[in-house]
């Protein structure tokens, strides 16, 4: 019996899929919250 190669190809690529969709998701989690000091804006004068 030969070894079916689709199959884990198509493991892997699922498997890349999620990571991504994962990745994404983290993000577009963290654009919705303003960052903390955004580079080249001066700090606040008092």
């Known amino acids: 019996?030969?070894?079916n190669?689709?199959?884990e190809?198509?493991?892997?690529e699922l498997e890349k899929k999620k990571k991504k969709a994962e990745k994404e998701q983290k993000?577009?989690?963290?654009a919705g919250?303003?960052?903390a000091g955004k580079p080249g804006e001066p700090p606040?004068?008092?």
């Open 5 to 7: 190669y689709q199959y």
């Open 9 to 12: 190809k198509r493991q892997r």
């Open 33 to 35: 919250q303003p960052p």
């Open 27 to 30: 993000k577009a989690s963290t």
């Open 44 to 46: 606040p004068q008092p």
């Open 1 to 3: 019996m030969k070894p």
